[in-house]
Antibody, heavy 118, light 106 residues
Framework: QVQLQESGPGLVKPSETLSLTCTVSGVSISSYYWSWIRQPPGKGLEWIGYIYYNGGTNYNPSLKSRVTISLDTSKNQFSLKLSSVTAADTAVYYC????????????WGQGTLVTVSS | SYEMTQPPSVSVSPGQTASITCSGNKLGDKYVCWYQQKPGQSPVLLLYQDNKRPSGIPERFSGSNSGNTATLTISGTQAMDEADYFCQAWDRSTVVFGGGTKLTVL
């Protein structure tokens, strides 16, 4: 059974870097593409980016200058760093697996709320 | 950047058919996925490749995609189907979500 679990600070100060980790169980991270997706309170979903097991990445152009997604295969984890955060980055952050057909996100973490505030 | 537009809200009576649309330029040339999200929960994949249901998704959920519009159809809508619904597609190796539709069953 595939499970994803986000972890990291729930509060980040403006201008600092948001850091989250997604721990994957039930499947090796050394396959599939792994994504971060966020949802501001009361709003829609926004794709942040993905990473492949070989370390290849692709990011949302609107966030690309501030985003880094990395992989730790030894821990079966992948991580998100978003720099220079503002209140607009306050959101529930989800990690998700891009499914075997290539278009869908078939497994999602429970999400973690990150608030940007001083 | 590519955009997909959904109606903010749709209402349906129990037992009736609900249709939720997702519009985008030449959307029919892309594969569309649909997700259901209930309050406080993570999104759940309902349909992929326009109209295919993952294991465990009831048959009352179906989809179509042609021209500029993809449609999620819920037949025999139940109270438990009250939720937010999002469409999703890929454009030039990036992921795009529609703005979401709140389905009210009343």
């Amino acid at each position: 059974q595939v499970q994803l679990q986000e972890s990291g600070p729930g509060l980040v100060k403006p201008s600092e870097t948001l850091s989250l980790t997604c721990t994957v169980s039930g499947v090796s991270i050394s396959s599939y593409y792994w994504s971060w997706i966020r949802q501001p309170p009361g709003k829609g979903l926004e794709w942040i980016g993905y990473i492949y097991y070989n370390g290849g990445t692709n990011y949302n152009p609107s966030l690309k200058s501030r985003v880094t997604i990395s992989l730790d295969t030894s821990k079966n984890q992948f991580s998100l760093k978003l720099s220079s955060v503002t209140a607009a980055d306050t959101a529930v952050y989800y990690c998700a697996r891009r499914g075997p057909r290539g278009e869908e996100f078939d497994y999602w973490g429970q999400g973690t709320l990150v608030t940007v505030s001083s | 950047s590519y955009e997909m537009t959904q109606p903010p809200s749709v209402s349906v009576s129990p037992g009736q058919t609900a249709s939720i649309t997702c519009s985008g330029n030449k959307l029919g040339d892309k594969y569309v996925c649909w997700y259901q999200q209930k309050p406080g929960q993570s999104p759940v994949l309902l349909l992929y490749q326009d109209n295919k249901r993952p294991s465990g998704i009831p048959e009352r959920f179906s989809g179509s995609n042609s021209g500029n519009t993809a449609t999620l159809t819920i037949s025999g809508t139940q109270a438990m189907d009250e939720a937010d619904y999002f469409c999703q597609a890929w454009d030039r190796s990036t992921v795009v979500f529609g703005g979401g539709t709140k389905l009210t069953v009343l």
